[in-house]
Each structure stands twice: as C-alpha cells, then as structure tokens.
C-alpha cells in the first residue's frame, strides 16, 4: 500500500507541475490576467479527483494519498509564500488563502471518497467526480464571468458583497453543464433524467456558493451538490420503483 500511496503522490505532484509549465510558457507569450492564473490552479486541483480514482486500487489509497499531499505541500507552500515567484504566480486575496484552499479542498475529497466510494461503493462512487466538477467548473465560471462582467452586485444579507447575479448565473449555468456530462459520462442515469439532476442541483450549487465567505465554498459546494445529488438519485430510483 506505501508504494501505491507513494505513486499517487508523485502523479499529483507531476500534474501540478505540468500545470505550472503550462502557465509559464503561456506567460511568456502573453500576459495573463492574475485570476485567470489562479482558476487553472483551481481547475487542476478539481481534475486531481480523477487522478486520484482511477490511480488507486481503493478509497482508502485515494484518501491516503490526498492526506499526504496535503502534509507534505502545506509546509512548502509555507516556506514559499515570501519569494517572488510564488506572490507572481498564487497572488491572494487574502493571506494564507492558497494554503487553506489546498487544505479544504483535499479534505473535501477525502470526506466524499469515505462516504460516497468506501461506504457507499461502486455504485456510488460517480457522486464524487459530478459534484466535484460541479464545484470545480462552476466556481471557476462565477470568478472569471462575475469579475470580468459583473455590474449588479447582490445585496442581500448573509450574501457575500462582492458576488454578482452575472458571476452567479455563470455559476448555476456551468454547474448544470458539468453536472450534465459528467453524470451521463457515468452512465448514472438516462440522458433524460441526468438533464434533470443537473437542472434541480446547480441552483443549490449556486447558492451555496452565494452565502460561503472566506473560500470556505471549496467544501461547502461540492458536499451540498453530493447530497442534493444522492436525494435526487434516490427520489428516482423509488418512483421507479
């Protein structure tokens, strides 16, 4: 088990690394607004998932492998943070932010591959990857579109102020499209019905993510989609009969 865990971990590592190589041949060419570098780190942590299943023979190896990596780049991200590459390429908001992004983000998974693959098991093991790009592509969309072409900023009490109706219609659309093709990919339902789930879970996708402060989204989001989506598979399955 050590070895598979420790395979896992390379696979991630290399992936980020790709994704950074990727990003830094991009910036020598054309200068690359900061959010849009921050979204494909984004993007790469909710591609991870599928790295992480379809490398490991258990849930167990997955979720060793999601707790490793956070042990051990949490540390380096600390030691890292002051030098000028790392404020160049993981500008924040906020101090600490890209640390505790990475921390909620891989205890997310590690809560959705206990409950949804070990407890659950091979039937339910598609929830993870739905709700996950879900989360991943949706809050990626409300980002990029709410900061680029948002005007009517949502006053609403406990909403965020900085939220938008763009960035959040961005949100419940890309959701919806993720949910869509991710569930049919799966096979989890006919074409029909996953249209259905993705039209009756991505508005809670979506306003979860409206009251979630502090990127405190990156759990709140993909769990409430995975609840929403078992309640909604399991609603079908006993009107089918």
């Known amino acids: 088990m050590a070895i598979d865990v420790l395979k896992g971990f390379i696979y991630l590592v290399v992936m980020y690394i790709s994704a950074l190589l990727i990003v830094l041949t991009i910036r020598k060419l054309r200068i690359i607004p900061t959010e849009i570098i921050r979204k494909t780190f984004h993007i790469t942590c ?67 591959f206990v409950v949804y693959w070990g407890w659950g098991g091979p039937l339910w093991k598609a929830v993870v990857p739905i709700s996950i790009m879900a989360w991943g592509y949706g809050d990626a969309a409300a980002a990029l579109i709410g900061k680029r072409f948002g005007r009517n900023f949502i006053n609403v009490p406990g909403v965020d102020k900085r939220k938008t109706v763009e960035g959040t219609f961005a949100m419940a659309v890309v959701s919806s499209l993720a949910i869509f093709f991710t ?31 502090r990127g405190i989204d990156t759990l709140t989001v993909p769990l409430s989609a995975a609840t929403a989506i078992s309640l909604v598979i399991l609603s079908i399955q006993s009107f089918g009969g």
């Open 183 to 213: 569930s049919w990919a799966y096979a989890v339902l006919p074409w029909f019905l996953c249209l259905l789930l993705a039209v009756l879970v991505s508005p809670i996708c979506a306003g979860v993510e409206l009251v979630s402060h």
């Open 46 to 112: 909710a591609m991870s998932v599928y790295l992480l299943m379809y490398t490991s023979r258990s849930w167990l190896i997955a979720t060793l492998v999601a707790l490793s990596f956070i042990v051990v780049v949490y540390p380096i991200l600390t030691l890292l943070e002051h030098t000028g590459i790392y404020k160049r390429f993981l500008n924040e908001r906020s101090k600490g932010e890209v640390k505790s992004s990475l921390i909620l983000a891989y205890l997310m998974m590690i809560i959705l």
